[in-house]
C-alpha cells in the first residue's frame, strides 16, 4: 500500500463534494475513477495530491511517496512565451530528460511553442512533466481529453507502457462511464461517494459487449459495468 | 552632459532593469490592474508620510504591503471579480490620495511631481537607495525565477513538484510593492504600470522564452526611457508622459507594420 484514504468527507460552501471515500492504491496498481461530470472526480485527486485538505478523514501515504501529477489541462496565458523543451526544463526533476522524451515520442515537438499544440500533442507533453520526477504514483486527470479516439487508443498504450518501465502505481480519472484502460486493476465509479468499485475483466464477457463494441481493441480499452449495490432515490439527497 | 540629466539618465536605466522582468511577470500573471492599485495606493502614502513627517518611501511601502498583503490574501472571494474590486480599490485610493496631499499640502510640493514624478530631481541619494532597491528586487527574481514562471503557468503543478506557491506569491507581491515604492518619485503614480509593462508587450513580439523576454524588455525598456528622457528634456515635459507615449507609438507601430507584412 503506497496511498490510502478513510473515511474522506470533502465540503465547500454547504455542499457535500465527497463523502465517506475509502480507498488504498498498491505499488504498481493501476486505478481508474470514473464518474458523471460534478462527480467529485478531480477533487478527490486534489485531495490524493495534497492540494486541498479535506474536512473529514484521513489520509496515509508513504513518506518517500514521489508523485506526478497530469493535470485535466493546461492554460498558459499567450502572452507567456514558451517552447516545450523550456517548459519541460522548468520540471525540479531533469535527470532522466532524454530518456522520458524519446519514451513519449515528443523529440520533434520541443523546439515548437506550447501554445500551437495539438491536443494530444499537449496531453503527451503533460505526461512527459510528469513523468520527469520518476513518480511512485502517476496521477492522471482526464487524458484524454481533447484527443481524438486513435490519439486516446496510443495514450492508453503509451501509459500502460511507461507504467511497465517506470514500475509505477497510476491513478487515472475518466469521464466516460464505457471504458476504461483495460489493464485497470480497480475501477472506482465515483459519485460524491463510492458507488461501486471492481475489476474490468469482470464485465469483458458479458454478451452485449461483443455486440457493442466490436471495432475497438479490447487489448486497450474495455468496457465496464456498473454493480450497483444501492439504488438511488429520485430525489437528490441519499436515502441511508 | 549637466549632473540632473546624468542622474536622471541612471535613474532611468536602474528603473529600466527591473522593469523588465517584473513588467513580464505582472503580464503573464494579470497583475496589470493591481499595479495600478498599488501605486495609485503609494499618492496615499505619500501624502501620510508628509502629514507625519516620515520618508515617502517609508509610507508608500507601508500602504503597498498592507495593500499586497489585503488583496494577496483575498484573492478567492467569489462575490466580486476581482478586476471589478481592484477598479474600486485604485481610483477609492487615488481619490483618498488626493484627499490627504490636499488637507496636508505643504508649499513645496508640486502635485505634478506626484502624479507624473519628477525624475530631474533624482540626486544621489535616490539613486544610491534605488541602487540597493534594485539589488534586493533582481536576486529575488534571479532566485525564485523558475519557482515564478512555474506558478505563472501552473500553480497545482508547482505545489505538487514541491514549490511552496503560497510564499512565492506574496513574496513577489512584497518585491513589486517595494520597487513600486522606489521609483514613485521618479516616475509618478499615475503611469507607473504602463512603465512596467510597456517594454515586456514590445518584447513578447519577438520571444520564444519567458527568459528572453525578460532581458529583452530590459533592453527595450532602457531605450524607450533614453528616448524619452531626450524628448522631456528638449520639450520640457515630465519624463513618464514622455516615456510612454514612445512606448506605445513603438507598439502601434510594430502592429501596423505586422498588418502590412500579413497582407502582403
Known amino acids: ?240 | 552632459m549637466s549632473t540632473f540629466l546624468v542622474n536622471a539618465f541612471a535613474a532611468s536605466s536602474l528603473f529600466s532593469f527591473a522593469a523588465g522582468p517584473l513588467g513580464a511577470m505582472i503580464i503573464w500573471r494579470r497583475l496589470a490592474f493591481f499595479g495600478d492599485t498599488l501605486s495609485h495606493g503609494a499618492l496615499l502614502g505619500m501624502s501620510l508620510s508628509l502629514a507625519f513627517n516620515f520618508h515617502p518611501i517609508m509610507g508608500i511601502f507601508f500602504i503597498s504591503v498592507i495593500l499586497a498583503i489585503f488583496l494577496g490574501y483575498s484573492s478567492n472571494s467569489p462575490a466580486l471579480a476581482s478586476e471589478t474590486r481592484l477598479a474600486i480599490l485604485s481610483p477609492g485610493l487615488l481619490s483618498l490620495g488626493m484627499i490627504c496631499f490636499s488637507l496636508f499640502k505643504r508649499v513645496r510640493f508640486n502635485l505634478e511631481g506626484y502624479l507624473f514624478g519628477d525624475i530631474l530631481a533624482v540626486n544621489i541619494q535616490d539613486l544610491v537607495s534605488l541602487l540597493l532597491g534594485e539589488i534586493v528586487v533582481l536576486s529575488f527574481l534571479i532566485k525564485q525565477w523558475k519557482a515564478l514562471i512555474n506558478i505563472c503557468i501552473s500553480e497545482d503543478l508547482a505545489m505538487v513538484e514541491g514549490y511552496n506557491v503560497a510564499r512565492v506569491r506574496i513574496m513577489f507581491l512584497f518585491i513589486l510593492a517595494l520597487f513600486i515604492a522606489l521609483t514613485v518619485k521618479i516616475m509618478g503614480v499615475l503611469l507607473m504600470t504602463a512603465l512596467l509593462i510597456l517594454p515586456a508587450v514590445l518584447a513578447r513580439n519577438f520571444s520564444k522564452t519567458p527568459e528572453r523576454m525578460a532581458l529583452l524588455a530590459i533592453g527595450v525598456g532602457i531605450i524607450i526611457t533614453i528616448i524619452g528622457l531626450c524628448i522631456s528634456n528638449s520639450y520640457d515635459i515630465s519624463a513618464a508622459p514622455a516615456i510612454v507615449t514612445t512606448g506605445v507609438t513603438l507598439i502601434i507601430l510594430l502592429e501596423v507594420l505586422k498588418c502590412f507584412r500579413k497582407a502582403i
Open chain 1, 1 to 240: 500500500m503506497i496511498l490510502s484514504l478513510d473515511k474522506v468527507f470533502y465540503q465547500k460552501n454547504n455542499k457535500i463534494i465527497l463523502e465517506d471515500v475509502s480507498l488504498t492504491i498498491s505499488s504498481q496498481e493501476l486505478v481508474t475513477i470514473i464518474g458523471p461530470n460534478g462527480a467529485g472526480k478531480t477533487t478527490l485527486l486534489k485531495i490524493v495530491l495534497g492540494l486541498i485538505t479535506p474536512t473529514g478523514g484521513n489520509i496515509v501515504k508513504s513518506t518517500s511517496l514521489k508523485v506526478g501529477y497530469m493535470p485535466q489541462k493546461l492554460h498558459v496565458d499567450p502572452s507567456l512565451p514558451i517552447t516545450v523543451k523550456r517548459f519541460l526544463e522548468l520540471s525540479r526533476y531533469q535527470d532522466t530528460f532524454h530518456q522520458i522524451v524519446s519514451a513519449v515520442n515528443i523529440n520533434h515537438l520541443l523546439e515548437n511553442s506550447i501554445h500551437i499544440l495539438s491536443g494530444g500533442e499537449l496531453q503527451r507533453i503533460l505526461l512527459a512533466r510528469a513523468l520527469l520526477s520518476k513518480p511512485d504514483l502517476l496521477v492522471l486527470d482526464e487524458p484524454l481529453q481533447g484527443v481524438d479516439i486513435n490519439g486516446q487508443m496510443s495514450l492508453y498504450k503509451l501509459i500502460s507502457e511507461v507504467r511497465q518501465i517506470l514500475g509505477c502505481a497510476v491513478l487515472l480519472v475518466s469521464h466516460d462511464l464505457h471504458f476504461v484502460h483495460a489493464a485497470s486493476d480497480k475501477v472506482i465509479c465515483l459519485n460524491h461517494h463510492i458507488c461501486c468499485a471492481g475489476k474490468p475483466e469482470e464485465v469483458q464477457n458479458h454478451p452485449n459487449y461483443q455486440l457493442l463494441f466490436t471495432g475497438y481493441r479490447p487489448d486497450v480499452l474495455a468496457p465496464y459495468a456498473h454493480h450497483h449495490d444501492h439504488h438511488h432515490d429520485v430525489n437528490p439527497k441519499r436515502e441511508k
